[in-house]
Every structure is written in C-alpha cells, then in structure tokens.
C-alpha cells in the first residue's frame, strides 16, 4: 500500500524513492523541494553537518595512513625492523577500528 502510493507521489514528480529487500527491508525517500534547499543554502547561517562530519572523518583517515605508512619501527637490522613495524601497524590498524586514535593523528586530522 505504501509502495503504491509512493509510486503516484513519484510519478507526479513530488518524489523519488527506493526500496531494499532481504531481512533488513528498507524504504529510502528523497523530498523534490528544490527551492527548499536553495533557500536553506543562500544563507548565511547554513550548516551541513552531515557533510562536515564526513570531511573530519577523511582528515581522520588520511591522518592515520600518513601516520601508519611513515613511522619507522626500531631495530637493528631490517628483518628486525620489519617485524616490529609489522606488529606496531596491525595493532594501529586494529586500535584505529576500535577508536583508540593516536594524539599525533588527531592533532594533524584537526589542522
């Protein structure tokens, strides 16, 4: 029934949506009210913070690949070095997913 009604809306052009099957169903509705969002972006005090959080997170992340790929790990020989940068850049890796963030990776994401 909805679906239905949904596709009159969409067919009048008021709006588009999608739908996903599977254990999870999931209907998506995007509003057509194009002088809504031109209205709300002309001024001055517009903020997306949708979009402002996902720019943080991509410094975040290029922060943290900087940090992984230019640390040099102790040692004395390579085969040693190796070792040690190995397991230093799993357990980053690994803390990084559990959001334990290096200082130093938060102070570049922040600049």
């Given at each position: 029934?909805?679906?239905a009604f949904l596709g009159i809306l969409e067919s009048l052009g008021l709006v588009a949506f999608q739908t996903t099957n599977g254990s999870?169903?999931?209907i998506y509705i995007r509003i057509n009210s194009v002088r809504?969002?031109?209205k709300a972006t002309?001024?001055?005090h517009y903020r997306n913070r949708i979009l402002e959080k996902v720019i943080e997170q991509h410094h975040l992340?290029?922060?943290m690949?900087?940090?992984v790929f230019t640390t040099e790990a102790p040692g004395q020989t390579d085969s040693e070095r190796n070792r040690n940068y190995t397991t230093w850049f799993w357990n980053e890796i690994?803390?990084?997913f559990f959001g334990i963030i290096p200082p130093e990776v938060q102070e570049q994401a922040k600049k």
């Open positions: 029934m909805v679906t999870d169903s999931q809504r969002m031109e002309h001024t001055l992340n290029v922060a690949l900087d940090h690994e803390n990084f």
